[in-house]
């Protein structure tokens, strides 16, 4: 099996992570060996709600396509 792309999701208030995004998606691909144009990586808040909202919390979602080499 061989990586077809990546999709990651990061909620949090702060630190806001856009600055970081393209180092960390890099990291990511390095780390699988994989171009970084395979690996999406997104940040958003979850609008001051429940402890993700309150800074007490981190939640992240990521997802991986493989396909048959």
Excluded: W
Aim: proline share 4%; charged share 25%.
């Amino acid at each position: 099996y061989y990586v077809v792309n990546i999709d990651c999701t990061v909620i949090l208030e702060k630190p806001k992570l856009n600055p970081h995004i393209p180092s960390m998606q890099a990291c990511i691909a390095d780390l699988l060996k994989v171009d970084s144009d395979r690996v999406s990586l997104k940040a958003t808040t979850h609008e001051k709600v429940d402890s993700f909202g309150k800074s007490e919390a981190v939640k992240a979602y990521a997802t991986c396509l493989l396909d048959k080499a």
